[in-house]
Structure formats: C-alpha cells, structure tokens
C-alpha cells in the first residue's frame, strides 16, 4: 500500500471545505495531504490506518489529523461486496493552518489552538462529551456558507484545545519513510488481514506478504504495534464477532467459525480476554 501525497484544497478550490460524504465504502487510498482534517464517522465501520496505528473504527468515531501524517479508512468485507443496505456516511473538514494568517499564531490568546494544530501530527481521537457536541457543531456546518464556515470551524478548534476527552493516535510523531519501506510492507499486511482474518493465516505466509522472514517479521510488527501478530488478528476477529453477536441472531459457534475460530471453546476464551465478557452476556447486554 503506497503513500499517495495530494493536496486537497487546490482540488477543492478552497482553504475550507466542509465535505458530507455517502458512499457504498470510503474509497480514498492511502494518502497524506498538507492540510489539517477533522473527520466524523457517521455511519459505517473497519479498520482506520493513522501513522502507525491500526484501530476499528465505528460509526462516532471522530478523528483530528495534523498535516502530512498518512492515513485511510478501509471498511470491512462486507462493504466492498455490493450491499445496497450498507452505506459510508462521514463528515470531512479540511483546511490550510494558514487560513487564519500568520499574526492568528502569535495571539497569546490562541497559543492553545496552536499547540493543538502542533501535537495534532500524532493523529487525535475525540471521545466523550466533546465528541457529542462537535458531531452536533458539525451536522450543521455542512449547511453553512462563507464566513459562517471559518467562524464555525474557529469554535471547534476552540472546543478542542480545551478539551481534555482527546487521546493520541501514534505514540510518536510519525516520520516519512520511502515506498519500498517496512511501513508499507506492514500496509500491506494490515490490508490483507483486513479482508481474510476468517481463513487460518500462518505466520509463514504473512512473512511473505510482508517480503520479510518470520524472525524479523514479528520484531517489525511488535515494534510498530507494540503487539504482536497473534494478539492484533484476534482483535480484528473479536470485534467482528461483536458485530455479528450486535446485528445477527447467529449462534456462537457459528459467529466463532464465521470469524476464523475452529473451536467455540477458543472463541469463548478469546472474546472474553478481549472483551472482559463471554459472547452471551456481551449480546445480552447490547441488546438491553
């Protein structure tokens, strides 16, 4: 999976832009762009790629992007297989730090803003009671025009610099690397994974795909993820047992073999280290 570098407001013909997007599946590739992007899942979920991150993403997810740092939302399977009943539905804004001008920056009174813009190149989850309100703030920015746009944007940064329900992406800031790099060989694990974590997958053949040997394979994912590879396939098959338990009446040996277990008693025993819960209380609970 490769870097594509765009620069998305000389596409829009805009330093704003404030995009509602419906799709079949976000269908952007890997990227990374200059401007600064605010992005709210409406409705959809997968796996999002930040940096070196690799994280599910459920419709509420809401994410702060500084500029530079690549990324992608790839939906699961099942979007990708022509279900009219399945829809990407997001809330994008992108913008030039510069919109402001330059003396915004040296405002003691926006100093706050300005460290936000500057850890923001880490990527930041927006959780809890700020994710409410800016989600609200949002829905009715897509509806605005002109100076409205700025001055709504302003009030959000505003909101965010003081927040305390924000929590870093990436451990580290990211830092470029070439296309033939290790990142992008994990890419391509993280994508491959993505699509047949149902099927029994060796950590031979994962090497591979990788173009690594096994040995030096799990040095690179424990470094990247700081997990290893067994742990994240089984995070990718536990939360896509939580949505089968969630929006099917499947039964759990089903749903275990649906997501790559052979036994419902390993399944059981996963979901609960994962989950804290069995399978059964899990879909009780959620049903409630």
Known sequence: ???????????????????????????????????????????????????????????????????????????????????????????????????????????????????????????????????????????????????????GLFKILAILSESSDTTFINNEYYNPINEHSKKDRLSDVFEYLNKNYRDEISLIKIAEIAHLTPTSFCRMFKLKTKKSFVEYLNEIRVSNACKLLIETDMGISEIAYECGYKTASNFNQLFKKFTETTPTEYRRKANL
Not at 70 to 94: G, T
């Open 1 to 151: 999976m490769k870097i594509e570098k765009t620069k998305i407001t000389s596409f829009q013909n805009s330093s704003l832009s404030v995009i509602s997007r419906e799709e079949s599946f976000f269908q952007a590739p890997f990227h990374s762009h200059p401007e600064l992007e605010l992005v709210y899942v409406k409705e959809s979920y997968g796996k999002r790629i930040v940096g070196n991150s690799v994280e599910p993403f459920v419709a509420g997810d809401m994410v702060f992007l500084g500029s530079d740092i690549p990324h992608v939302w790839l939906n699961d399977e099942i979007y990708y297989q022509n279900n009219d009943a399945l829809k990407a539905k997001a809330i994008v804004v992108y913008f030039n730090k510069e919109i402001f001008g330059p003396t915004f920056y040296e405002l003691k009174e926006t100093q706050k803003i300005n460290s936000f813009f500057n850890q923001a190149v880490r990527g930041v989850v927006i959780s809890g009671e700020t994710n409410q309100l800016i989600a609200k703030k949002l829905e009715k920015l897509v509806h605005k025009k002109d100076f409205e746009v700025m001055a």
